[in-house]
Structures are given as C-alpha cells and as structure tokens.
C-alpha cells in the first residue's frame, strides 16, 4: 500500500508554541500529507508523492523552506533543495537560490531535465527559467518573525566576543 | 527544513527535502540539504530525508548509511535509523532527525532533539501528526 511520510523540521520546543502557531503547524501538516497522499491514490509516482507535498510545507510561513525561509547573516534569504528517485537512483538538487519560489521543483527540474544533479546559485536560477520554473522578487520570503530572529541573533553576535560559541547554539538547517 | 519520503503502488521510493538554511549563517555555508546522501537519499528498498544540523549529517553521510544497512546488511529500518540519527551522529556532537519509508511500508520517525514537526499516511488515508517528542509515533509495525 502506499505510504508518505513528512518532516517539518526537528528542533521544536513545547515551552515555545503558542496554541495558534501549533494549530497552525497542525493543519500545513496535515494538508501536505493529504495532497500528497491523494497523488499516490491516484496512481502517480512516489516522486510526484514527495514533491506535492514538500510544495505544501514550503509554501507555509511556520517552516523553514521556502516561504519561511530563515535569513542569511547579510539578509538574504537562501534557499536549497534535493530530491532522489528510489527506482532509478535519479537525483536533482539546487543550492544557494535567491529567487525560486518552491525549491523542490527546480531540484525535480534538474534530475528531469537536465544531465546534472546539483546546480548553484545564479547558474541554478537561470536553468530555472529556461524550464520554466517560477522566480519571485527576494522580497517574497521575507517575513517578520524570520527577520526578528535574524535580528536577534545579530544582538547576539555582537554581545558575544567568542563567536563559535554563537555558532554552536543555531546551527539548525 | 522540510522533507518527504514515499512508497508508491508501484513499490517505487522517492526522497526529497527543501530548507531555508541557518538563521544567521555566513561565508556561503550549505548543509546537508542539497547534498544527495547526506540529507536525501532514495534507493529501490529504502528511502530518507534528514534535518538538524547537517553537518554532522554530511560527515556520517547519514542518509546514504541508513539505507545500507537495511538494503546490504538487511538490518530493520527503524533500528537502521536509530543506529544513525540517534547513536552515531550525537556521539560526534550533532543532532536532529529523520523520516523514513522501506519498500515494505515500514516507516520510522527518529529525533533526538525536544520535537520534530512529523506526519505519515497509510491506506487507511487517515493523516496522523506529531510535534513533540512525547506524541506516540506508532511506527513499530507497517503502516496498515
């Protein structure tokens, strides 16, 4: 039978979620497993499986993908992606993309689409557009609780003289 | 980050995951994500895809060594995951989580950290989530 499964990021903590946010979190997490799902019930592949979903959870603002994207310590949001079909050992993945508006399909792209397995930054943006692939303005990712931590991690940086110690405590991908 | 592994009708796997990176990070640093083995991987008897910090993931080419043991050296999914997300990478100092699929419809769910975001759905359609480490995952068996 088929089966999905999906992850939304580890690192959570109880003490931190408001009854909103986890809600919220519950519903995006649920409605990616059902659009996934239901490509799976239709017969389509395990790579059109990962692929709607993965779309769902980047399109939401609680997860750092996408959308919710986490900023760079110069401001950026930077985005990577990779995805591996199982049958054929197929692989396709981007990193360091400014302006691509769901990741996973620009990685599908590239394990589809052309004879490499990972392209980077602006080279990766313009197999995006050759294939078609929707670029949005950098402004599209940027959210004020995402900038807000970026702002406090900043304050962080400059109390702190050891920055590895910095370092060690945000190191979640 | 987010992630996705599948097993589909024609007992075809797929992996895939997707990230923003790290708050504040510098000097172009890329983790585990768009590195296939590391975060990702999908071979015809097992599929994973990782999060945390992806370093150490990308040292224990984590992804990759999940799916060999139970491809190779025929050792049970969850204990294969176990072995990797939670005993190998936190004696190097990481951490984090992982989902994955066999071509059995085993799944498992491993994180050593407080929680991790998690859903999986089976024949029954029914989708069923988890944020914290205290919500009961019930992978021990096949999904029905």
């Given amino acids: ?173 | 980050t987010v992630g996705a592994v599948a097993l589909d009708a024609q007992g075809h796997l797929a992996a895939g995951t997707s990230t923003g990176g790290m708050n504040d990070k510098r000097w172009g640093r890329v983790g585990d994500s768009p590195i296939i083995g590391a975060g990702t991987y999908a071979n015809d008897g097992c599929a994973v895809s990782g999060t945390g910090w992806g370093e150490y993931y990308i040292r224990t080419v984590a992804a990759h060594e999940i799916c060999m043991r139970v491809t190779q050296m025929r050792v049970p999914l969850q204990r294969a995951a176990a072995e990797v997300i939670n005993q190998e990478i936190p004696s190097m100092g990481g951490n984090g989580g992982a989902i994955a699929v066999d071509d059995e419809g085993h799944i498992t769910m491993p994180f050593n950290t407080d929680g991790m975001y998690r859903g999986w759905i089976g024949a029954d359609g029914v989708p069923h989530v988890a944020l914290y480490g205290d919500e009961n995952d019930g992978t021990a068996e096949p999904l029905p």
């Fill in chain 1, 1 to 173: 039978s088929p089966v999905l499964v999906i992850h939304g990021g580890a690192g959570v903590i109880k003490r931190e979620m408001s009854p909103a946010k986890e809600k919220a979190v519950r519903a995006a997490l649920t409605r990616a497993l059902q659009n996934g799902y239901a490509q799976l019930k239709a017969g389509k592949t395990a790579v059109d499986a990962v692929t709607t979903a993965i779309t769902v959870l980047e399109d939401d603002a609680n997860f750092n993908a996408g959308k919710g994207s986490v900023f760079t310590h110069d401001g950026k949001n930077e985005l990577d992606a990779a995805i591996m079909d199982g049958s054929t050992l197929a692989a396709g993945s981007v990193a360091g993309v400014h302006r691509v508006k769901n990741p996973i399909l620009l990685a599908r792209a590239v394990m589809e689409k052309s004879q490499h397995v990972m392209l980077v930054g602006d080279g990766a943006e313009e197999f995006a557009r050759s294939v078609g692939i929707e670029l949005v303005d950098p402004s599209y990712f940027h959210t004020e609780e995402r900038w807000q931590q970026l702002q406090k991690a900043l304050k962080e940086d400059a109390e702190h003289s050891r920055h590895s110690d910095v370092e060690t405590a945000k190191h979640f991908g």
